[in-house]
């Protein structure tokens, strides 16, 4: 990718004050600073890489510092920013950047795939980390896995949703891979910003909605509006996170600096896991105490939607060999994590 102007970053929609701030990111003699921003909800996404900068802070005895800016830049604008060297790093999930390459949505968690535990277990000792570098590689980018959320919710409706043919026809919030699989069964998905599903939902725009785990989507206001919950999350049972850098900037720290990053984001990993599930089990109380009512999705439906997600991965990796490589490497860590799986537990 060439090297972008500040001019041509400022066109992409980046506020000019940002771009005019005074000094380099890495001024100083003795401590490194970094402008990192965060492309995510702040409740629990975003919060999380405030965690991390505080924990390299810790870590680091102060000789590294991390700035964390709230959507400084926006998702498509990413890689131009790194490139330019607007900012430093970027805080979010690989599937931010799917307009630049498609194979990277597969990162971020998608349908019917592992949960928190298997999935990090594929990132880190499955082969996922490995397919992940291959194609940033391409992009002259850097990624450290730095978190794991659990399941988001299944989806929010106005009423029941109870067969497939309630699906048809049907108005939705929806993003990305579970908008797919959703159309494939005659939902009409729309995807809208957080900011807008609340009204969306109380115009009759649309008559129901998916978008994060149900801590999130509580602090939305959505259960004010559509009172029946659907789980489990099918189109997205687990989110990661990731710190995104360009390749050089990871090549320039000392190698003091990259443990200190290491070791934060092994910190944050644990964290993530533990608290959103620990929120999410609040909300779920606070949902029941409002009189929500919390459905599992009926058989019929899961059967559906799964075959509709095969016909979805199988007609990308038919056409993206980068993608049909990543895809590989999921099937062959999941039959052996799934065998483990059924002969270990109770079921």
């Known amino acids: 990718m060439p090297i972008q102007s500040c001019s041509r970053v400022i066109a992409f929609g980046i506020a000019l004050s940002a771009c005019l701030a005074a000094g380099p990111a890495d001024a100083g003699d003795d401590v490194l600073h970094w402008r990192v921003n965060s492309l995510l909800y702040p409740k629990i996404f975003g919060e999380a890489g405030t965690h991390f900068a505080e924990t390299v802070h810790r870590l680091s005895e102060g000789s590294f510092v991390i700035e964390v800016h709230d959507r400084l830049v926006l998702d498509q604008d990413t890689f131009g920013a790194l490139e330019a060297g607007l900012v430093d790093a970027v805080w979010g999930s690989a599937g931010h950047h799917h307009r630049e390459d498609p194979a990277l949505t597969i990162f971020s968690g998608f349908p019917f795939s592992p949960d928190a535990e298997g999935f990090t277990a594929w990132m880190q000792s499955g082969g996922g980390a490995e397919a992940l570098d291959a194609i ?25 949703v109870t067969t497939l043919d309630d699906f048809d026809g049907l108005a939705m919030r929806s993003f990305g891979y579970g908008a797919r699989v959703l159309r494939k069964l005659g939902v009409v998905p729309y995807a809208l910003p957080a900011e807008d599903i609340r009204p969306a939902l109380e115009s009759g725009l649309i008559d129901g909605a998916e978008f994060s785990l149900p801590a999130i989507d509580a602090e939305l206001g959505i259960a004010d509006v559509a009172r029946h919950l659907y789980l489990p999350g099918w189109q997205q049972p687990v989110t990661s996170l990731e710190l995104l850098m360009p390749a050089r900037t990871w090549s320039a720290l000392s190698d003091p600096h990259k443990a200190v990053l290491d070791a934060a984001c092994e910190e944050s990993l644990s964290r993530t896991a533990v608290e959103s599930g620990i929120q999410n089990v609040a909300a779920l109380a606070e949902f029941r105490a409002q009189g929500i009512e919390l459905h599992r999705w009926p058989d019929e439906i899961l059967v559906g939607l799964r075959q509709a997600w095969e016909e979805v991965i199988a007609e990308d990796v038919a056409h993206d060999p980068w993608l049909a490589d990543v895809w590989q490497s999921v099937l062959r860590f999941r039959t052996g994590h799934g065998d483990w799986q059924h002969r270990a537990y109770a079921e």
């Open 136 to 160: 940033y590689d391409r992009h002259g980018l850097k990624s450290l896995y730095c978190g794991v959320l659990p399941a988001e919710g299944g989806g929010w409706f106005v009423t029941p």
